[in-house]
């Protein structure tokens, strides 16, 4: 196992919906050094993107990657799926004590996320629970990436 200092920005690029995002973008982690890279299709050839040492065209980047292709993770992050598949675990964990609660989450969910934040009435417990669930879910998705790659992060995510 490979311990290694991750880049703050790692939970962010993981979360992302892949679905809906908005970047037609390429996201990597430098098992070396643990920075992410970030490789937008929309940049110039000779643009220059950080790589976690020094300032690198992004043609430049895009082929120290090919070459060492065991260096670098690609980040898939979650799918639609996956943030649908974590908001029904909410919905069916004993997230509260109150029934009442419990019901109005469960009986709200009908395949939409924006639906449902909408059918519950945008509560904030509710939601506020939901985000507490939903953040805790994807660092145990994130470690299991970090685990399936033989890497053991240093610190927090």
């Known amino acids: 196992m490979k311990h290694l200092a991750i880049d703050k920005l790692f939970i962010e690029i993981f979360e992302i919906d892949r679905d809906y995002d908005v970047c037609d973008c390429s996201y990597y ?3 070396e050094n643990g920075t992410v890279i970030v490789i ?3 940049f ?3 643009e220059t993107i950080w ?3 020094s300032w690198i065209s992004v043609d430049s980047m895009k082929q120290v990657i090919e070459e060492n292709g065991d260096r670098f993770i690609e980040i898939t992050g979650l799918s ?4 649908h598949d974590i908001l029904w675990k909410f919905i069916q964990s004993n997230w509260t004590d109150d029934e009442e609660y419990l019901q109005k989450a469960r009986e709200a969910y009908f395949g939409s996320i924006g639906g449902w934040k909408k059918e519950i009435g945008y509560d904030e417990y509710i939601l506020n629970n939901w985000e507490v669930f ?9 470690l299991k990436f970090f685990h399936d790659h033989q890497i053991e992060p240093l610190g927090s995510l």
Do not use: P, V
Not at 80 to 83: I, L, P, W
Not at 134 to 142: C, D, F, G, S, Y
């Open 29 to 31: 982690l430098d098992i």
């Open 80 to 83: 639609h799926s996956d943030h």
């Open 51 to 53: 790589n976690g040492d």
């Open 44 to 46: 110039e050839q000779d």
């Open 40 to 42: 937008d299709s929309e």
């Open 134 to 142: 939903k953040e805790e879910e994807i660092l145990r998705r994130a």
